[in-house]
């Protein structure tokens, strides 16, 4: 994921809890960990965490819902992560460095760590998107926004830190 | 993924992949990596690889289908890959060590590796149950099965060696 995806995240972070109805777990307090102004373009975006509520590290997995005009992320792409979307509900425009691709439910897409295609989902839609996305945890990992001024180092306890491209903070 | 999980079980690999619907990705060749019998208790399960279409190498994920009686993997836990499965239709019985749990659409499971909780997905219904499956593909993971006289070692091709709990081959 673009952002914020770590262990802290996670409303409950026990590893005994079953099986749960994903759209009964709870919304993510945060709504976004980007820096502004970027943190504000993410309102209509919704996270509930998954697979911390199972205790799982390796990777997450949030069930994201998005409002009509409400995008996934900035447009980014990942040095090491892998990610992972898969539509539920709704037609989210995909937008990759080749152009926007209109998906619908039943669709899925990965976006492989390294090879620089940028992207993100943007609800251009009249109704709500809801789908789930999947993103691992591999250590080292950079985010890059070609879209904006903005870049991302994963830090060791997690989560991200946040630059300029010239490496001024945030 | 209890067995098999890895990117010589592509049908595609290349990365250049857009988006796609699920349902029309190509079935996995092999039914089963598991060894005589267990293999034969596979039946009924067909796997689509989804996240090997796109080039994802951190994790796995497959839209798996299990006809009536069939069953997801033998009953196993992991030591180091995490798991998570979330249901799109039908209604498995998830069962691990606390007993079976009957699921339904829209519910999620995560397996955390290392808790040696054993899981598997059975279909008691009369209906076809449909879900995603996500796995990651942590070095050096074993797969352990109580019910069963097998062992699973992840080899650094990303397939598995399976074994007599005793330690003499299949």
């Known amino acids: 994921m673009s952002e914020g995806k770590h262990p802290a995240d996670a ?12 759209a009964e777990a709870p919304a993510r307090k945060t709504p976004s960990n980007y820096p502004s102004p970027f943190a504000e373009r993410m309102s209509g975006r919704e996270k509930r965490v998954l697979g911390d509520l199972f205790g799982l590290k390796n990777f997450g997995v949030n069930l994201t819902r998005l409002e009509p005009g409400a995008v996934s992320s900035l447009r980014h792409s990942h040095s090491k992560q892998d990610e992972f979307i898969y539509v539920l509900e ?3 425009t995909l ?16 976006f492989a ?3 620089g295609n940028a992207h993100c989902l943007e609800n251009r839609s009249a109704g709500a998107v809801v789908y789930l996305e999947v993103g691992d945890r591999t250590i080292g990992d950079q985010g890059s926004y070609p879209d904006d001024d903005i870049q991302a180092l994963k830090l060791a306890d997690g989560g991200w830190a946040f630059a300029h491209k010239d490496g001024s903070p945030y």
Request: charge should be negative.
């Open 95 to 110: 937008v990759t460095d080749h152009g926007p691709e209109l998906l619908a439910p039943g669709m899925c897409a990965g």
């Open 90 to 92: 709704g037609t989210p």
């Open 11 to 22: 409303t409950a972070t026990t590893a005994t809890i079953r099986a749960i109805s994903a």
């Open 113 to 115: 760590a390294g090879n």
